[in-house]
């Protein structure tokens, strides 16, 4: 079992940036894939991106690709995601997520194993 907690959301005008993390607790961090989904108000959950145990392999939402950017440092148990050139349409609740399983295709469709209870990123225009 993991235990994750996100941080770093807020408000943020559009074109700025912002890097949200999440810390993840109770079996060792690097023997889980690591993901970011996001819900925007009245939607349903969507895959933002995911990155593999060590960190080799990354994956992202069409959306978001090029101006996010996951990554980890699994000295410090942690999980980033670099938010660039941000939208209004960007905003929602970001959830971490962890996996026992590298399957990032899938993940759009069944999600991760794991959450954390999420952080608000607010873009205005």
């Known amino acids: 079992q993991v235990q994750l907690v996100e941080s770093g959301g807020g408000l943020v005008q559009a074109g700025g940036s912002l890097r949200v993390s999440c810390a993840a607790s109770?079996?060792?961090?690097?023997?889980?894939?690591m993901g970011w989904f996001r819900q925007a108000p009245g939607k349903g959950r969507e895959f933002v991106a995911a990155i593999s145990w060590s960190g080799g392999n990354t994956y992202y939402a069409d959306s978001v690709k090029g101006r996010f950017t996951i990554s980890r440092d699994n000295a410090k148990n942690t999980v980033y995601l670099q938010m660039n050139s941000l939208k209004p349409e960007d905003t929602a609740v970001y959830y971490c997520?962890?996996?026992?399983?590298?399957?990032?295709?899938?993940?759009?469709?069944?999600?991760?194993?794991?959450w954390g209870k999420g952080t608000l990123v607010t873009v205005s225009s």
């Open positions: 997520a962890a996996d026992d399983i590298w399957d990032p295709a899938n993940y759009i469709i069944r999600g991760m194993d794991y």
């Open positions: 109770g079996r060792p961090f690097s023997s889980y894939a």
